[in-house]
């Protein structure tokens, strides 16, 4: 019996359906927003997160992944009783939460540090500041990445 | 290994100073494989301290999701002329360091 064009179609788009749903269940390991929460609360502790007084500056959409430009400043005084003790980055579906910590102290005159990050994929990345009274405060960014880091096979 | 230090040569007193580096190293993952299938060790960089005058005024936890070659850039108040030393510390027992000099008027 000739197979018909609709059949063949129907047959093909079937094999293709499920082909792509193991391809994006074996998608390698990644930090959940539940790993995310965790890294934060081992820095913060018990203690509140507020939002606001941090900027986060970073490309909403990303070509690569590999090399994302990323700026954190956070509006204070920078005196010896108010002051900025540290910056934290996070990720949320890198396969690691972190990104990096940074500590700042009064002679720093700017709460202000740049990096380059890689991004392995389209998610949200998280900056807390601690202050020197130990309040900490947060702001998010959505970034969108259409070439990943991290995952590649490498040659 | 190569690092690139940017440091303004000259600042008045009590100016706030942008400090850039940059130092040359692969930043491997730890989460990438070969082609057959081996998981390519992770050799990164972990940690950045900067110190003006023998006091720390900086000081960087690194991660792998920090890019190749990392570059840091913050600031400082501009106190005492003399002398900024650089060090980064990684993997596999990696460490380099450099300097730049200031003078502070």
Request: neutral net charge.
């Amino acid at each position: 019996m000739p197979t018909t064009r609709r059949q063949f179609l129907s047959l093909a788009g079937g094999v293709t359906a499920a082909g792509t749903i193991p391809v994006v269940t074996l998608r390698p390991l990644q930090a959940t927003p539940a790993m995310l929460n965790h890294a934060i609360r081992n820095i913060v502790g018990e203690a509140p997160i507020r939002t606001g007084r941090v900027k986060l500056d970073i490309p909403p959409l990303v070509e690569n992944g590999n090399v994302v430009p990323m700026t954190v400043s956070v509006t204070s005084p920078m005196t010896a009783d108010d002051h900025v003790k540290s910056i934290h980055v996070f990720n949320e579906k890198n396969p690691q939460p972190n990104i990096g910590n940074f500590y700042l102290g009064p002679s720093s005159g700017r709460a202000q540090v740049s990096t380059r990050i890689r991004l392995a994929d389209t998610q949200k990345v998280v900056a807390v500041a601690r202050l020197s009274d130990d309040t900490f405060w947060q702001v998010a960014a959505d970034v969108v990445v259409t070439l990943a880091a991290c995952t590649e096979e490498m040659n | 290994m190569a690092a690139l230090i940017n440091v303004p040569a000259k600042a008045r007193r009590g100016d706030v100073i942008e400090i850039r580096a940059l130092t040359s190293h692969i930043m491997e993952t730890g989460f990438r494989h070969t082609v057959d299938g081996k998981l390519v060790p992770r050799d990164i960089i972990t940690s950045f301290t900067c110190r003006y005058n023998g006091a720390e005024i900086f000081r960087a936890d690194l991660f792998p999701a920090i890019a190749a070659n990392p570059y840091l850039s913050f600031f400082t108040v501009a106190k005492d002329s003399g002398k900024l030393e650089f060090e980064w510390v990684g993997d596999n027992g990696y460490s380099s360091t450099a300097s730049a000099s200031i003078t502070v008027e």
